[in-house]
């Protein structure tokens, strides 16, 4: 079993900024990707970015510039670094991980999410 524990979220005014941070523990062979989601009331969960094991990202067409998907190898841990925030990107945020496992076998994972308010 694989855990996701997420923080960082909260409220800032547009034009602010937040980093939210997710680690994973637990049984981990292989750490192949990590991302983050998002997900307003009443929508489909969306990609927000996303990193694989060779440390390549992917970003959705509305954060780029704006936000920055890193990560800590040694500590099974992703950043996301938001900034210029508008009042759109409120959601919750949730933090996804492929791990594979001792035999091989893929599983996905996600964090309890974590809320993301910007207003002014």
């Known amino acids: 079993q694989v855990q996701l524990v997420e923080s960082g979220g909260g409220s800032v005014q547009p034009g602010g900024s937040l980093r939210l941070s997710c680690a994973a523990s637990?049984?981990?062979?292989?750490?192949?990707?990590m991302a983050w989601y998002r997900q307003t009331p009443g929508k489909q969960r969306e990609l927000v970015a996303g990193?694989?094991?060779?440390?390549?990202?992917n970003y959705a067409n509305f954060v780029k510039g704006r936000f920055t998907i890193s990560r800590d190898s040694a500590k099974n841990t992703v950043y996301l670094q938001m900034s210029s925030l508008r009042p759109e990107d409120t959601a919750v945020y949730y933090c996804?991980?492929?791990?594979?496992?001792?035999?091989?076998?893929?599983?996905?994972?996600w964090g309890q999410g974590t809320q993301v308010t910007i207003s002014s």
């Open positions: 637990g049984s981990i062979s292989r750490l192949l990707s």
């Open positions: 990193i694989i094991r060779s440390g390549t990202p």
């Open positions: 996804k991980a492929v791990v594979q496992n001792a035999l091989g076998s893929e599983f996905q994972y």
